[in-house]
C-alpha cells in the first residue's frame, strides 16, 4: 500500500511566522502535489512536482513556494503566514502516465494562522 | 469556467436507499479520466472509482458505480445499499490529456448523510 505521510495533523502558527509543512511517501512516486481545501472550494492545487528539483505552479501559488530535494519528500512553505492561509492542506503523490494512475493523499495538516 | 461541477452541497439518504451524486465536467479534450473520492470525518481521502472517457461501459466497484454520460458531461456517482460508514464528502475530480504534471482538478465536493 501506498503511504503518504504529512509531519504534523495539527498545526497552529502566527501571522508572519514562517511555515513548513512536510510530506514523505514511500512508493517511489515521481509526481507529488500539494492541495488546499476550503469547505465549497473542493480542492485546489498550490504547487506539483514531477521530478526531484522540478516544479511547476498549481492554480493558487501566491504565498507559497515548495522544496523537492529529494524523490520522497515534498515540502510546502508559506515564507510568511497570513490569516487567509488558514485551510486544510493535503499532499499527495502519484505514478507519472497514464490517465488510470490515482492520486495517493496523506491525511491532511490542519494549518491555523492567528 | 469551472471544470468540475457538483451541485449538491449536502444531501441526506436513508440507510439501506442507493444515492446519487452529480458531477458535471468541462473539457475539449478527447481523451481524460474521471475519478471518485470519498473523504471521511478523518480527512484521509480515499480513492473509490475510475473511468476513463474511452471505456465503454459504465465503471463499476463493489456498491460504488459510475453512470458517465459522455454526451452531457456527466459522471454521476451512484451508491447502492447506503450505509451509515457511507457518511463523508465525496469529490470528483477529472485528468486532462494536456496536463504535464498529471495533476487532478477537483469540484467543490458534497456532503453525504446516512440517516439510520
Known amino acids: 500500500d501506498v503511504k503518504v505521510t504529512q509531519s504534523s495533523r495539527y498545526l497552529v502558527k502566527r501571522t508572519g511566522e514562517k511555515v513548513f509543512l512536510e510530506c514523505v511517501q514511500d512508493m517511489d512516486h515521481e509526481n507529488m502535489f500539494w492541495y488546499r481545501q476550503d469547505p465549497g472550494l473542493g480542492l485546489r492545487l498550490i504547487y506539483f512536482s514531477y521530478d526531484v528539483k522540478m516544479k511547476e505552479k498549481g492554480d493558487i501559488p501566491e504565498g507559497y513556494s515548495v522544496s523537492r530535494e529529494k524523490k520522497e519528500r515534498f515540502s510546502l512553505i508559506l515564507e510568511s503566514a497570513s490569516t487567509n492561509q488558514t485551510s486544510m492542506y493535503l499532499c499527495?503523490?502519484?505514478?507519472?502516465?497514464?490517465?488510470?494512475?490515482?492520486?495517493?493523499f496523506g491525511n491532511g495538516t490542519r494549518l491555523t494562522v492567528t | 469556467a469551472q471544470k468540475i461541477t457538483q451541485t449538491q452541497p449536502g444531501m441526506f439518504v436513508q440507510e439501506k436507499e442507493a444515492v446519487t451524486l452529480d458531477c458535471t465536467y468541462d473539457?475539449?479534450?478527447?481523451?481524460?479520466?474521471l475519478f471518485w473520492y470519498k473523504q471521511p470525518s478523518s480527512g484521509e481521502m480515499i480513492f473509490l472509482i475510475y473511468q476513463g472517457s474511452y471505456d465503454q461501459q459504465n465503471a463499476t466497484e463493489g456498491r460504488y458505480s459510475l453512470n458517465f454520460q459522455k454526451a452531457r458531461k456527466s459522471a454521476n456517482l451512484v451508491i447502492s445499499a447506503s450505509q451509515l460508514g457511507d457518511s463523508a464528502m465525496y469529490f470528483c475530480?477529472?485528468?486532462?490529456?494536456?496536463?504535464?504534471?498529471?495533476?487532478?482538478?477537483f469540484g467543490g465536493g458534497t456532503r453525504l448523510m446516512v440517516k439510520p
Open positions: 475530480a477529472m485528468r486532462e490529456v494536456d496536463n504535464a504534471g498529471n495533476m487532478l482538478t
Open positions: 473539457t475539449s479534450d478527447p481523451s481524460y479520466g
Open positions: 499527495a503523490s502519484s505514478l507519472p502516465t497514464g490517465f488510470f494512475s490515482p492520486l495517493h
